[in-house]
């Protein structure tokens, strides 16, 4: 008996041994701060004129020693996250990193940075990142963080725009002026999988029927519309394939929302800022797949669509974008020649009444003569 007490004492007091083994070594690694609370994630940093990056060095327990790290470039590791999270940034452009680039974490200290300054530079839709890793440690005998150690910094500059002010206008009868995307019908587009995404910000919402969005026809109907049959009419409905789901009537007036509709062959998702709102499965298209003949907008005519609505950066995809996708885009420019984007409508021109298509589909867009009530400029989402 007391060979068995003796044994098991043992045994706990290896497990409690390999467990402060464990601690110790956690308790003495050197990582990058912002990769602390986002393993394999990354940082938003705005560009104004240029931008400085801070890449705080951290260790998980002061030591009474000073402690050495090199920082340098990961080509791989954004490599890695495009393929994860399927973005697209690129390296800066013509970017050379510091010489001697060493972070010193005196004795006593837990953290120290390092400054990075990266020259402006035009962006022309494209997204940039600059992927940083500690590659070595110089001086102190400290264990490096694997999956710490690493982190992304995505350079962007924020959209500052110009975006049409607009309402419904009946021309007579159930004939209704719109925005029209070339050519006006039969695009025979087959999909399998769609998203749709778009900033827009009403100024009531106090009407049945505020359509905003009709692509295809028929079972292919995909109808996007604020409110329905039931009042408050303050939450977004979306009808397609047979089926509908809406929002809770919560909406704001003039305030703006993002919205993104994704479709990936079974289940539809509605994200409102970058985050699920609803979602359902609607009925399976016919076919197989949905087919697109058109893009409208802003289609429902003077009696139901009489308020005033501000739509911009209009993208439609042949692809179920991921949530991360949504989350980098929502704010800034994108590439609009990914292949993905069926098209892309800034409609950002400031004037008139047309609204190109910058992917080259060729889908430019137009108003009807009664659509465009005014232009607001420089409008930050963010705000």
Not at 187 to 197: F, K, Q, Y
Request: charged fraction near 20%; hydrophobic fraction near 40%.
């Amino acid at each position: 008996m007391k060979l068995l007490s003796f044994i098991g004492i043992a045994i706990i007091s290896l497990l409690y041994a390999c467990n402060d083994a464990d601690y110790s070594i956690i308790d003495n690694q050197v990582y990058i701060s912002n990769a602390e609370q986002n393993v394999g994630g990354s940082e938003t940093i705005i560009m104004n004129n240029g931008a400085d990056i801070s890449v705080l060095v951290r260790l998980a327990k002061k030591v009474d020693y000073d402690v050495e790290v090199e920082l340098g470039l990961a080509a791989e590791l954004l490599e890695e996250y495009n393929q994860r999270n399927q973005t697209e940034y690129l390296m800066v452009p013509d970017f050379q990193f510091p010489t001697n680039a060493v972070v010193k974490i005196p004795a006593g200290e837990i953290s120290s940075s390092f400054k990075i300054v990266v020259n402006d530079f035009e962006t022309k839709g494209n997204q940039y990142a600059l992927p940083i890793k500690i590659t070595k440690i110089l001086n102190g005998g400290i264990d490096l963080a694997n999956t710490q150690s690493r982190f992304i910094y995505a350079l962007a500059k924020p959209l500052r725009v110009s975006v049409p002010v607009m309402s419904g206008f009946t021309i007579s009868g159930d004939l209704n002026e719109n925005v029209s995307a070339l050519p006006k019908e039969n695009w025979g587009i087959n999909v399998n999988e769609w998203s749709l995404e778009c900033w827009t910000k009403l100024s009531a919402y106090n009407v049945n029927n505020q359509a905003i969005f009709n692509l295809g026809s028929n079972q292919h109907e995909i109808y996007i519309r604020f409110g329905d049959a039931n009042s408050p009419y303050n939450y977004l409905q979306i009808k397609t394939l047979g089926g509908q789901i809406q929002t809770a009537s919560n909406l704001v007036a003039n305030r703006w929302y993002h919205w993104a509709f994704v479709y990936d062959g079974t289940t539809l998702t509605i994200y409102r800022d970058g985050e699920v709102d609803v979602k359902f499965q609607p009925p399976s298209p016919i076919g197989g797949n949905v087919r697109m003949d058109y893009v409208q907008m802003i289609s429902s005519g003077s009696r139901y669509f009489p308020n005033r609505a501000h739509l911009a950066q209009v993208k439609l995809w042949k692809k179920a974008i991921s949530q991360t996708q949504i989350k980098n885009n929502m704010y800034f420019e994108i590439n609009p020649k990914n292949t993905d984007l069926v098209g892309y409508w800034p409609m950002n021109e400031g004037s008139g009444n047309t609204f190109k298509d910058i992917t080259g589909n060729g889908h430019d867009a137009a108003a009807g003569s009664n659509i465009i009530k005014s232009w607001d400029h420089n409008i930050d989402f963010k705000n």
